[in-house]
């Protein structure tokens, strides 16, 4: 167990609707990460947000959107669904702001969405 | 091409044996991450690697920044070892990461 929570574990839906993942980072981490992960294009790194602000942006869609709250869970808000948004969405935490490749990450167990 | 490359792409051994997974990729990076992820799904950071090599129980990863090219090895290898391993590589303004394909590793006991 990483620490990290994430809900819910599955997800079905229709396109064009909008759905809401969340995910709750270890105690005492500032940093969180959402990627994606399909069977088409393997991982991909969403977005990571530092206590509470926007740090480093990846592939994310203008669909999609995210936030970090004060309490530093974090939302990731996915709108106008569409079939090729069904993937595992996993969200990891670290200490700091270090920046992606310089600390360790800790992996939730992901949010399986399908969309119909 | 893609930017990052594993090799094998599949892999199967008997329990004991050493094992080599290779990523190279094209794109200039700082730093290279390697990751396990479970057959459950669940996801593992292994290391993070800028230069030289790591060494974590019986895992070892080296990295080559001039040739582009990383190897994660795994000594006396298990079954509990059977995963996908996957490198990915921060690109050159540090904003994103690269991700390979992965290498389906099974141990066989």
């Known amino acids: 167990d990483s620490g990290v929570t994430q809900t819910p574990k599955h997800l079905i839906t229709a396109t064009g609707q909008r759905v809401t993942l969340r995910c709750s980072p270890r105690?005492?981490?500032?940093?969180v990460y959402w990627y994606q992960q399909s069977l088409d294009q393997g991982l991909q790194f969403l977005i990571q947000?530092?206590?509470?602000?926007?740090?480093a942006k990846g592939n994310i869609l203008e669909r999609f959107s995210a936030q970090q709250f004060p309490d530093l869970h974090s939302e990731l808000n996915l709108s106008s669904l569409e079939l090729g948004d069904s993937a595992l969405y996993f969200c990891?935490?670290?200490?700091?702001?270090?920046?992606?490749?310089?600390?360790?990450?800790?992996f939730g167990p992901g949010t399986r969405l399908l969309v119909l | 091409k893609n930017e990052v490359e594993q090799s094998p792409q599949n892999l199967t051994a008997q329990e004991g044996e050493f094992i080599t997974i290779n990523c190279s990729y094209s794109?200039?990076?700082?730093?290279l991450h390697w990751l396990q992820q479970h057959p459950g799904g669940g996801i593992v950071s292994l290391f993070m690697?800028?230069?030289g090599k790591k060494k974590h129980g019986r895992l070892i990863a080296t990295i080559n920044i001039q040739e582009k090219h990383s190897s994660l090895h795994i000594t006396a290898s298990h079954p509990r070892d059977s995963a996908v391993y996957i490198c990915?590589?921060?690109?050159?303004?540090?904003?994103?990461?690269?991700f390979g394909p992965g290498t389906r590793l099974s141990v066989l006991p």
């Open positions: 947000y530092y206590n509470g602000e926007e740090r």
């Open positions: 794109v200039g990076i700082s730093a």
């Open positions: 990915a590589v921060l690109d050159n303004y540090g904003q994103n990461f690269v």
């Open positions: 990891a935490s670290s200490v700091g702001q270090g920046g992606l490749l310089s600390e360790t990450q800790y």
């Open positions: 105690s005492g981490d500032l940093s």
């Open positions: 690697l800028s230069s």
